[in-house]
Each structure stands twice: as C-alpha cells, then as structure tokens.
C-alpha cells in the first residue's frame, strides 16, 4: 500500500508565497516521476510542474519563473514553492508519483494525494 499526503496549502493574498509538501510512504521500492496538479472549480485539471528522479524538470507556461517544483529522494518527498502567487493559481493542488512498490518491482503505477486547497485572495 502507497500513500501520497500533502501539505502546505491555505489563504494567501495576492503576490504571496506558499510551499507544499508531498511525502510518500508504504512499500516503496522506487519512484520515477514526481509531480504537481492542480483544478479549478469548472475547469480539468492540469499539469503545474514534473521532476524526474534525476531531478531533470519541466513547468506549466503558466507558473515559469514564479513556481519551483523539487525533491528529496531520501525522504520521498517533492516540494511546490510557489511565488508571486495570483488569483488565478486558486485551486485544488495534488501530488502525483509514478511508484513502483516491492511486491511489484518491475512495475510502476502513478498515486495520487488526496489533494489540499491553495487560495489567493486579497
């Protein structure tokens, strides 16, 4: 069993700043891709940043030069520090990890959070 928690989200006004954290724990017995999502009320969710395990990363057009997407392979955990947040980053952030577990090495499967709330509001 995997479980991805994370952690960080909240109020924030316009032009703040917040870090998320996403830690993974269960039988791990690697981890590929580590990432973040986020969906708007009436919108799909979509990609805001990805880090592969060899830390190579890739944004959204959206959050480039404001959001840092890193990771800590010892701790399992991938981090959002996002900057110069604006209105339209309000949504519901998830974590997402391609995992394969020690029952099923050869294999990886893609885990969600359960996902935390960022609202920029003034």
């Known amino acids: 069993q995997v479980q991805l928690v994370e952690s960080g989200g909240g109020l924030v006004q316009p032009g703040g700043s917040l870090r998320l954290s996403c830690a993974a724990s269960?039988?791990?017995?690697?981890?590929?891709?580590m990432g973040w999502y986020r969906q708007a009320p009436g919108k799909q969710r979509e990609l805001v940043a990805i880090?592969?395990?060899?830390?190579?990363?890739n944004y959204a057009d959206s959050v480039k030069g404001r959001f840092t997407i890193s990771r800590d392979n010892a701790k399992n955990t991938v981090y959002l520090q996002m900057n110069s947040l604006k209105p339209e980053d309000t949504a519901v952030y998830y974590c997402n990890a391609h995992i394969a577990t020690t029952q099923a090495m050869g294999v990886r499967y893609s885990y969600w959070g359960q996902g935390t709330q960022v609202t920029v509001s003034s």
């Open positions: 269960g039988n791990i017995f690697s981890i590929n891709a």
């Open positions: 880090i592969t395990s060899g830390g190579s990363t």
